[in-house]
């Protein structure tokens, strides 16, 4: 083929590639977001879930019979619905018969299905598995024209678009996932707890405005986890966090004290934090005690069997309970923060991120959407049934003239439709029936049947026409779930609620070592400890061409705060700095900092601090530590800058008000509260210039005046009354003797 038969332009395929890629990257996004990763608040369950439940269901998996190879029902799900690798399908399989992972499992399953020490479950080959009574609950009244179906992606089976989920798994088996640009994290709860908000829901007027967030706390009282263990929050948090759909919750693992001979004891930990591997656990543990950061611990064993047992030995018996697990508590992940993201799609299918309330309604309406198609369904064969009821009780009245037509005429169907007045189908029930059916007793038990299902229709007829109607028939299914569901002792509450040890923190940290040094962070980037508080600077040495950045005095259990000029925010400890014997090794080796972007700000971190962000074009915030360190190697995005902008000046709180002074040497006082508190953003306009940018900024205290140094002393101004004004003023000069530096 030559070169101009080949080129996309002699062909007339020349495409715009930014268009392609958008349009194709836009198609793959929608296709994760809700083909895959988030799940639909009506079921609870992504398309791999619900694929696999009703494959299973079709394999008459259900927990009556006997369990079949996973593999058969891997093959049928990739076979016919879902066309992807098998290891997916498995895992998801996998999962579902997770108890530790699942509050209540869909499948019930036979062989090694992984363990909560992180153990892998068995191949497919090996491992059974059958659905449990829950996956029943959400496939009942499935063949009933209850939801919708759809073909499947060759066009040769039918699927279900959602199930009729007489369960309320969304919200009781929670959900996670990962998709382009959003994500899901809904932890599990209590099925009892969360049909009782509903059974509240429901006594409600239809017409009512949806229930206060606190109204139905008063039912469901929080997450309630597989593994168990204790819920730290406090009841202000749980409700902003289901009030909006996100937050997080502190989870610590359930410990008790073992008393032993001699006035000695050990703690036992039973449950461990949700998904929390036992095995990382102990290895973590194991870690930080041989690093020597566990002073309040001697040992620890792991004694689990299917029970989980960590026994944690005390450095004395002097050394109280509440204080060593409040420390490991701080160390390590018995004690971890669980998210709440419930981002899901609703019944259109569209990704959004709902209240409590909001899932909870979407719940009733699915379940009253079910009960209409499922009501219509059963009257459309009640009255089918009833048709051909009417018409046999017809033919009974004159059996000898049926069967004379029938042995007689030529056409005996037609002559039964003229003769009896009857429908077509009813003639042709009538020439389907069977002689002995033709007898007395027959004709009492039909017209039992008639008279039982005119009942049913009439009942039916009502329920489809009187919403209250439904609303009590939808009551009580959820009455009897929580009586189906509830039983003990997995349907009872596994996580309780606890409160924060009033053991003070900084009581814990006496025992930690905490030798003084001296940080060194050179200008070029270059980071040492050196031991003791260095009292003169000018002793400190630097390579050929460096130069003095940052000199700050800490202890070796501190960790710092590093802000880059680019506008991320790291954690380093300072436990991990290379000794000051030689000129230390790049920052660079600690944190991952972009290229071309060096250090505008290091300090000692305060969790509970407050540091104050400026760029050069005069826009700032002010941030809380805790908020804003990361403990990653990238850091976390705080500063927004705008193109050709800059981070310029990263200082502490250290006041009620704050100076900002520019290049053009305009000062202008404001006070701190009209600086709005961030975790990230661009900020506001602190100071505006029409020719300058920001220089320095410091905040201070008003009665003690402004400060500043001018060579080789201080110099304070008292009444600073004539720069005082807004934020986002000009500002005026600055006063006689300012810092030529303009640096505060």
């Known amino acids: 083929m030559n070169a101009a038969a080949a080129s996309p332009e002699s062909s007339g395929n020349v495409i715009d590639l930014r268009a392609a890629l958008s349009e194709r990257y836009l198609a793959y996004a929608l296709s994760t977001i809700t083909a895959r990763s988030l799940p639909d608040v009506r079921d609870g369950l992504k398309p791999v879930q619900r694929r696999i439940v009703y494959a299973m269901l079709q394999l008459r998996l259900d927990p009556s019979s006997g369990f079949k190879k996973c593999a058969r029902v891997v093959g049928d799900v990739i076979g016919r619905y879902h066309p992807h690798g098998d290891a997916a399908v498995y895992d998801a399989l996998v999962r579902l018969a997770q108890d530790f992972a699942h509050r209540y499992p869909l499948v019930d399953g036979q062989g090694n299905f992984g363990n909560i020490d992180g153990d892998n479950a068995a191949a497919m080959r090996y491992t059974e598995s059958r659905l449990t009574e829950v996956a029943m609950a959400l496939l009942e009244g499935i063949d009933e024209d209850t939801v919708e179906f759809r073909a499947n992606y060759d066009g040769s089976e039918r699927e279900p678009l959602v199930l009729p989920a007489a369960f309320p798994?969304?919200?009781?088996?929670?959900?996670?996932?990962?998709?382009?640009?959003?994500?899901?994290?809904?932890?599990?709860?209590?099925?009892?707890?969360?049909?009782?908000?509903?059974?509240?829901?429901?006594?409600?007027?239809?017409?009512?405005?949806?229930?206060?967030?606190?109204?139905?706390?008063?039912?469901?009282?929080?997450?309630?986890?597989?593994?168990?263990?204790?819920?730290?929050?406090?009841?202000?948090?749980l409700e902003q966090a289901y009030a909006t759909g996100r937050g997080s919750f502190r989870h610590r693992a359930r410990w008790e004290v073992e008393k032993l001979p001699h006035g000695q004891y050990q703690i036992i930990v039973t449950e461990i934090p949700y998904q929390v591997q036992k095995s990382r656990l102990v290895e973590r543990l194991a870690e930080l005690l041989a690093a020597r950061k566990l002073p309040l611990l001697a040992d620890l064993q792991d004694e689990s069997t299917e029970e989980t047992r960590l026994v944690l030995i005390p450095r004395?018996?002097?050394?109280?309970?509440?204080?060593?697990?409040?420390?490991?508590?701080?160390?390590?992940e018995l004690e971890v923060r669980l998210s709440l993201n419930m981002n899901v799609l609703d019944a259109a299918g569209i990704p959004r991120v709902m209240s409590l309330a909001d899932v909870l309604h979407a719940f009733i309406l699915h379940r009253m959407d079910v009960l209409v198609r499922r009501s219509q369904h059963r009257l459309e064969k009640v009255e089918d049934r009833l048709e051909i009821l009417d018409g046999y009780l017809k033919a009974f009245l004159d059996i000898d003239e049926v069967i004379r037509i029938v042995r007689e005429e030529d056409e005996p169907k037609t002559e039964l439709m003229r003769v009896f007045e009857l429908s077509e189908r009813q003639a042709e029930a009538i020439l389907n029936l069977r002689l002995r059916n033709l007898r007395r007793l027959e004709e009492i038990e039909i017209k039992k049947e008639r008279t039982g299902l005119r009942k049913e229709r009439a009942e039916l007829r009502a329920l489809l026409q009187d919403e209250g109607l439904r609303r009590t028939h939808l009551k009580e299914q959820m009455q009897e779930g929580v009586e189906r569901f509830g039983k003990e002792p997995r349907g009872g509450r596994l996580t309780s609620f606890g409160e924060a040890s009033a053991h003070d923190a900084n009581i814990l940290e006496l025992p930690v070592e905490r030798s003084p040094v001296t940080v060194v962070c050179s200008r070029n980037g270059w980071i040492r400890a050196i031991k003791g508080h260095v009292q003169d600077g000018s002793e400190i040495k630097y390579k050929e061409g460096d130069t003095e950045g940052f000199v700050l005095k800490a202890t070796t259990a501190d960790k710092l705060l590093a802000v880059s000029r680019l506008g991320r925010c790291y954690v380093i400890a300072v436990d991990k700095l290379p000794s000051g014997r030689g000129m230390g090794e790049p920052i660079n080796l600690l944190i991952d900092l972009a290229a071309g972007s060096d250090l505008i700000g290091l300090c000692v971190h305060d969790h509970e601090g407050e540091l104050i962000f400026s760029t050069r074009q005069g826009r700032g915030f002010r941030a809380r530590e805790g908020d804003i360190a990361a403990q990653t190697r990238t850091g976390r995005h705080v500063v927004n800058l705008a193109e050709g902008d800059s981070l310029q000046a990263v200082r502490p709180v250290q006041g009620d008000h704050i100076a900002v002074i520019g290049s053009n040497n305009r000062l202008l006082v404001f006070k701190l509260s009209e600086l709005p508190q961030m975790n990230r953003g661009r900020g506001v306009i602190l100071q505006r210039y029409r020719e300058g940018y920001l220089e320095d900024l410091i905040s201070f205290d008003l009665e003690q005046g402004l400060s500043w140094s001018a060579g080789q002393r201080t110099r304070t101004q008292k009444d600073v009354t004539t720069w005082l004004g807004v934020r986002g003023g000009s500002g005026r000069m600055a006063p006689p003797g300012f810092s030529k530096s303009r640096r505060m």
């Open 316 to 332: 004395s018996r002097s050394v109280e309970p509440e204080s060593l697990m409040e420390h490991l508590f701080r160390q390590s």
């Open 169 to 237: 798994n969304l919200l009781a088996n929670g959900s996670a996932g990962i998709a382009v640009g959003m994500a899901t994290n809904i932890p599990p709860h209590n099925a009892a707890e969360i049909l009782r908000a509903l059974i509240f829901m429901l006594e409600r007027p239809s017409d009512a405005r949806l229930p206060e967030t606190r109204e139905l706390l008063h039912y469901i009282k929080g997450p309630d986890l597989p593994t168990g263990g204790v819920l730290i929050e406090t009841q202000d948090n």
